[in-house]
């Protein structure tokens, strides 16, 4: 056990303050993620800042009619939400499906996007990880790559992102406002992660001393028509092998506008640009569908290893985007 001091100051502002000013710092909301790093050996801050009070836990209609949801909000709440589940459902069903109903009362919605990789090599503090201790090199590689990247990975790091939460929140265009030491700014959502390249440590492009305050989501009509599917391992609590979040909307029987996003595919939730390229302007059906798929998935690199290595995410990932679009672009799927 190595002993850390908890701090519990009185603003948003004064937190940032206290982590800025202490590299050893961290922040502390929920706690379902950083938690399990202090049993692992993972992490080991000299300072927790409790932020568990400090950032909103409300969820409120902007200006624009989209919802601004607080940091703070528990993904419990936010997936109970009537709006979210009516206008958004992609992320209801996001929420639904990740970790147990336990862990969804503690998850915050400022933490869950920044949940680290559950990959085993990370969590095992008697392996080499670039993404732990960079520069000693990648376990992952050639190893058990079953739940590994098949896009944006590197020499250096193939981890993959595990939040659900974030890859609806991808497809949704949703925004992010941080406070950091030099004041607030806000960015794209698909802007906050980052792929691993040669600094995998580096999970967002978030400063020390940031903190996430809130999170915007957009009014749009698309959105209303949206789905997330998540294929794993098991019914509950597990990660996913393939998850896809998509939105839609048809005029005339045409695929007017589209959004795209792959979870368990690579180190950030995958904007599938390249696949809404495909879709849009084009009526539904199964070949479009997989034309789409093989589009995004031209520049997947499957992984070997002694698990039989992980080719079988490509197809995995056609068929389940496939199927949600087939879904959603039925009489079925428009809600």
Not at 77 to 93: H, T
Not at 132 to 140: L, N, Y
Not at 172 to 190: I, Q, Y
Request: aromatic fraction near 4%; hydrophobic fraction near 40%.
């Amino acid at each position: 056990m190595k002993p850390f001091a908890l701090d519990r100051p009185e603003s948003a502002a004064a937190a940032v303050r206290a982590v800025a000013d202490d590299p050893k710092a961290a922040y502390l909301a929920g706690g379902t993620n950083l938690v399990d790093h202090l049993k692992l050996g993972i992490a080991s801050p000299g300072l927790l800042v409790d932020v568990s009070r400090l950032t909103s836990s409300d969820v409120h209609e902007d200006d624009d009619g989209g919802l601004v949801v607080g940091a703070g909000v528990r993904n419990s709440d936010l997936a109970a939400d009537r709006r979210v589940r009516e206008r958004y459902p992609v992320l209801a069903e996001a929420l639904l499906s990740g970790a147990s109903g336990q862990l969804r009362n503690m998850a915050t919605t400022g933490g869950n996007p920044l949940q680290r990789t559950r990959c085993v090599y990370f969590q095992d503090v008697t392996t080499p990880c670039n993404k732990r201790s960079p520069g000693s090199g990648c376990s992952a590689l050639g190893g058990y790559t079953r739940h590994h990247a098949i896009l944006g990975a590197s020499e250096q790091c193939v981890a993959t992102h595990p939040s659900d939460m974030a890859v609806a929140l991808a497809v949704l265009d949703a925004r992010v406002r941080v406070l950091g030491p030099a004041g607030e700014r806000v960015l794209p959502f698909t802007d906050l992660h980052r792929l691993p390249g040669d600094r995998p440590d580096r999970d967002t492009v978030l400063g020390h001393g940031d903190l996430i305050t809130e999170i915007t989501l957009p009014a749009t009509a698309w959105s209303r028509r949206s789905a997330y599917r998540k294929v794993r391992d098991r019914a509950s609590y597990a990660f996913a092998l393939i998850s896809v979040a998509a939105a839609v909307s048809l005029v005339d029987g045409v695929l007017d506008d589209v959004r795209v996003a792959f979870g368990g595919v690579a180190h950030k939730p995958w904007r599938a640009h390249r696949a809404e390229e495909v879709l849009r302007g084009a009526r539904p059906s199964a070949e479009v569908f997989r034309a789409a798929a093989d589009a995004e998935l031209d520049d997947a690199r499957p992984l070997e290893g002694i698990d039989g290595g992980n080719a079988f995410k490509v197809r995995l990932a056609r068929r389940t985007l496939t199927a949600v679009l087939r879904d959603l672009t039925t009489e079925e799927g428009n809600r």
